[in-house]
């Protein structure tokens, strides 16, 4: 018999699984042929591991049950993953907006450095093994896997959400916490792009800021056309409100600042204080690209001499360049979100041991946990925070 199983292989099982060995006997069944697979795509391969923002700021980067996290992330937060992972020897560095990365620029330093680790601790590993289902009996649980059948005093359930499915985040997670009857909270896709109404034709523009006016929300950080819409930080950040807001819509629209860093009144300054003689393209093009320009300009002849333009057609430019609305139809897909919105639901999960309240000895830690943050090294820090929680707490 088993002290631990860790179920599933991602960064928040990875780190359990170290953390519950120190006093026990430990197993981690993955269904893949290797761990971590995941977590090698994030920051596009690079792994952002963390984000050193205080634990204040970190909270405002975590839209949903945010204060829940308030007692992981003292005991495991962004400046003690920092410090672990310098400990197990691998080199970091801060880039911009304090996010975190391996020197090496390679998610594989991190996951190597987490296996060795494993090893140290005489983790026992299952490869290729899938979970079927978990039996809570009275003194002790029963796992049953395509392969075999394990009895273990505790089990950590960290299988991830539904994105990325290719990588084995299939749901796994959540026939498991039905079965031993823990509230699932509706799963929708986070952090995924946007697709308009119409056909854009402006494919692979990138604004480097804009601010995104949605509802009452007001969100900055870069943006990137597509040719189906729009992507990018500013655009993952309030995908899931437009999710939200198009079960019962249609459509719905986005107004889209590109110039947030002015106001109307002071846009309106500069282009009289522009060279009159020059063509209206010629200022907005201090700006925008020239064919985002001629998309958006399509009924103002911006060849004009600024000086031969009125005062209404002036404001008139100016509000398109702080109002540019777009119709938006549909998010991406659950599978091709970056996150899963939605998961086991927070009311019956012990926030300062990860412990089921409904099962003794039943933990739960990472994406499938109905909490998630924006894109930047906050759900990383999430997975190995509540991770490390479950891990500790089981000895």
């Keep these: 018999m088993y002290d631990v199983i860790v179920i599933g292989g991602g960064p928040s099982g ?9 006093n026990n006997k430990v197993l981690l069944i993955e269904k893949n042929e290797s761990l971590g697979k995941k977590l090698k ?12 923002k205080s634990i204040d700021y970190f909270m405002k980067e ?5 204060k829940f996290l308030y007692s992981s992330l003292n005991k495991f937060g962004p400046n003690d993953i920092y410090e672990y992972f310098t400990n197990l020897g691998v080199p970091l560095k801060i880039e911009e907006d304090d996010k975190v990365f391996p020197m090496s620029d390679k998610s594989t330093s991190i996951i190597e450095a987490l296996n060795k680790e494993m090893i140290l601790n005489n983790v026992d590993i299952k490869y290729n093994e899938k979970v079927i ?28 959400g539904l994105s990325y499915p290719n990588t084995g985040s299939t749901g796994d997670g959540y026939k498991f916490a039905k079965d031993l009857n823990q509230e699932i909270t509706t799963l929708y896709p986070a952090e995924t792009y946007l697709i308009t109404k119409e056909t854009l034709s402006l494919a692979g523009i990138t604004l480097d800021n804009v601010r995104i006016n949605y509802n009452k929300k007001r969100i900055e950080g870069s943006l990137l056309f597509t040719h189906n819409g729009l992507s990018g930080p500013s655009i993952f950040k309030v995908s899931e409100f437009v999710y939200k807001d198009l079960i019962n819509n249609k459509y719905i629209t986005l107004s889209i600042d590109m110039v947030p860093n002015y106001n109307d009144n002071e846009l309106f300054n500069k282009l009289n204080e522009y060279d009159q ?27 004009k001499k600024i000086v031969n333009i009125s005062k209404i057609d002036k404001q008139k430019i100016i509000s398109m360049l702080k109002e540019f609305k777009l119709e938006i139809k549909e998010t991406g897909s659950i599978d091709n979100a970056f996150i899963t919105g939605g998961g086991v639901s927070i009311k019956y999960i012990n926030p300062k041991t990860m412990e089921s309240t409904i099962h003794k ?33 089981c000895n």
């Design 14 to 22: 990875m780190i359990a699984s170290i953390k519950a060995s120190i």
């Design 41 to 52: 795509l994030t920051g596009g391969g690079r792994c952002n591991l963390t984000n050193l």
């Design 62 to 66: 975590i839209p949903i049950n945010n």
């Design 133 to 160: 289902s978990i039996i809570n009996k009275d003194s002790y649980k029963e796992i049953i896997t395509n392969k075999d059948k394990y009895k273990t005093k505790k089990v950590i359930i960290t299988t991830g």
């Design 277 to 303: 003689k020059k063509e209206v393209i010629s200022f907005l093009k201090e700006f925008i690209p020239k064919r985002l320009i001629e998309y958006i300009y399509k009924e103002i002849d911006t060849n």
């Design 361 to 393: 000895d039943i933990y739960f830690a990472g994406e499938i946990l109905d909490v998630h943050g924006y894109t930047g090294g906050y759900n990383l820090t999430i997975a190995f925070s509540t991770g490390y929680v479950a891990g500790i707490s």
